[in-house]
């Protein structure tokens, strides 16, 4: 099946008794019946299974062309069953540039039971082979990067991971499933915050994590049963329905980001804009050969990096949304440095390039007309 098919109908039946009805119901139940002990209609208690979630774990996987899935009350919840795949004295490679409740998951909690995150620029694969040592476990990425949208070239690490035995995990949020497939590319494991573009209506929090390999996918389950990090069945109800227009959000994500970016990147009072789909963009051809497209995340560099500024240019905004987070139709605009990123240290902001000038878009589905010029109003007024 094709993308646009497979969200539709992906891992989803029509409910087969008693109703047929055509949509995956809530099945709003902590608990099922049992013939006699130990004998079930394939669910006995809602922590283990539930036919909402299944029905979205299955839809998801086959998203990210992958066999198995899991889905978490958060991505954070998500990212943290796929850290306890390792033990204490592991050590984790990891992109310097990676969203702030994962490094602060990282390190403020693993490095408490003795995890090692080694920090490293993965846009170049050169630095991998010192960072590597006989307790590496893990290398972590995330492309696009937040915010900078950094491109790391998947299919390299992979290489290199699969050479040495470490297990790749790339979280997928600011592309969407859409958009790349990690797992193609030779990723182990696929993660999400479904809260972004996948539920796409800044409507609900929940995660997943995806795989091909069955010892993995059996790790991941005992993981999920045993800890408990579950998503309600409403929100994988609310998720399933998201999903069905993923790949028309996205299309127009992407078109409304390139009219933003082209916008910015002309606008005097701007001095950089980061996105993927820049010719500029460093890693421009990267971004070409393994996405479908650019994204709708947009970060931009005003020329005076002064917060004062800044937080004028932003309250003056009529349509764009200050507030964090990310995925939505409308269109949210945030300052990393004070929101965001704002656990990560001044020694690490100014490693990573989060300057106070930093702004980042998630663009919506609005009219991309609206949405320039409201920016540009706002910036005429710091005139
Ligand atoms: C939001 C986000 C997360 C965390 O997901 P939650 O659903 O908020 O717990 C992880 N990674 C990325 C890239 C995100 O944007």
New binding site residues.
Partial sequence: MKFGTKIIHSGLQPDQKPTGAVITPIYQTSTYIQKSPGKNLGYEYSRSSNPTRKALEQNVSSLENGKYGYCFA????A?DCILRLLKPGDEIICSND??G??FRLFNQIYTRQNFKFIFSDLQSTKELKNLCTKKTKMIWI?TPS?PMMNIIDIKKITDFSQKHKILTVV?N??ASPYLQTPLDLGADIVTH????YLGGHSDL???AAITNKKYLSDKLYLIQKSCGGIPGPMDCFLTLRGIKTLHLRMEKHCFNAKKIALFLSSHKMVKEVFWPGLKTHPNHRVAKKQMKGFGGMVSFKLKKNNFGIVKKFLSNLKIFTLAE??GGVESLISHPSSMTHASLSAELKLKNKITDSLVRISVGIENHEDLINDLSKSFNKLK
């Fill in positions: 958060s991505g954070m919840a990212i990676i969203y409740g994962t995330e937040n979280d949020t600011f915050s479904a809260t972004k929090v929940l995660g987070s990310l």
